[in-house]
């Protein structure tokens, strides 16, 4: 089974940055893509980001467009989120998630097959 584990998570202040990051707790694997998703009190999940296996090919959400940048370290199985210029509706709890085979919408929370515990980002104005 493919357990993932977040790091990096915070408190900090409008406009700051953090990085996310996101390895595989024990064995390591081969994943299509590797993505995150955020969840804010009273929210539903929301896709955030996501980045094919060939570590080129990226989509973001509007929201996070030009501050977020996503990243994958192939070797390590290891993806990174970097989030720029933070603003108090970036705060929720980042969850990354895995898909191991093709899958056409990466935007979809279902279309992952492994997740992490979660890390709680909150900036504060």
């Known amino acids: 089974q493919v357990k993932l584990v977040e790091s990096g998570g915070g408190s900090v202040q409008t406009g700051d940055s953090l990085r996310l990051s996101c390895a595989p707790s024990?064995?390591?694997?081969?994943?299509?893509?590797m993505g995150w998703f955020r969840q804010a009190p009273g929210k539903e999940r929301e896709f955030v980001a996501t980045?094919?296996?060939?570590?080129?090919?990226?989509y973001y959400t509007d929201s996070v467009k030009g501050r977020f940048t996503i990243s994958r370290d192939n070797a390590k199985n290891t993806v990174y989120l970097q989030m720029n210029s933070l603003k108090p509706e970036d705060t929720a709890v980042y969850s990354c998630?895995?898909?191991?085979?093709?899958?056409?919408?990466?935007?979809?929370?279902?279309?992952?097959?492994?997740w992490g515990q979660g890390t709680q980002v909150t900036v504060s104005s």
């Open positions: 998630a895995a898909a191991l085979a093709f899958t056409p919408n990466l935007g979809l929370p279902e279309s992952y097959d492994a």
């Open positions: 980045i094919r296996w060939n570590g080129v090919t990226t």
């Open positions: 024990g064995r390591t694997f081969s994943s299509y893509a």
